[in-house]
């Protein structure tokens, strides 16, 4: 389970980072002034060459590796709530490198996405165990 948690709070570090890049690629790209197919074309033009964008693509690749990863080694009920820590990061990553205001309701919302992931990882510990040669449905007879 360590194992799981190393790659998991690996990959939720690489997804914050990559949100980051993505959100300063984006703006350095900037909207759509008006809906025409030239306007698209620069659009995905400008997407292509913007370094932080491409960065944060790479990470968020990065990212679903792990993902992959943790999905095929660990129980899925375990392994996808916890990806939700994700959101914590994001948040902190937003506030300090990018330079956002989060409002107080925003970290209510943070807090609770800890405590949730606290209690997915404490009904990881107490979960029963499967005793060797023995299907979990026998087991539960």
């Known amino acids: 389970m360590n194992r799981l948690i190393l790659v998991l709070l690996m990959g939720l570090c690489m997804e ?6 993505l959100s300063r690629g984006l703006k350095e790209i900037g909207e759509m002034d008006r809906v025409s197919v030239a306007e698209v074309l620069r659009l995905i033009r400008s997407g292509f060459t913007n370094v932080p964008l491409l960065v944060g693509v790479g990470f968020q690749a990065a990212f679903f590796g792990c993902l ?16 939700s820590l994700g959101f914590v990061l994001t948040t902190l990553a937003a506030r300090f490198v990018l330079h956002e205001t989060v409002s107080p309701l925003r970290w209510l919302g943070v807090s609770l ?11 990881e510990k107490v979960k029963p165990q499967v005793k060797p040669g023995v299907s979990a449905v026998d087991q539960a007879r």
Do not use: C, E, Q, R
């Open 16 to 21: 914050a980072i990559g949100v980051v890049f």
């Open 68 to 83: 992959l990863f943790l999905m095929s080694h660990g129980d899925v009920s375990f392994v996808w709530p916890l990806t």
């Open 113 to 123: 996405i800890v405590l949730g992931a606290g209690v997915i990882t404490y009904t």
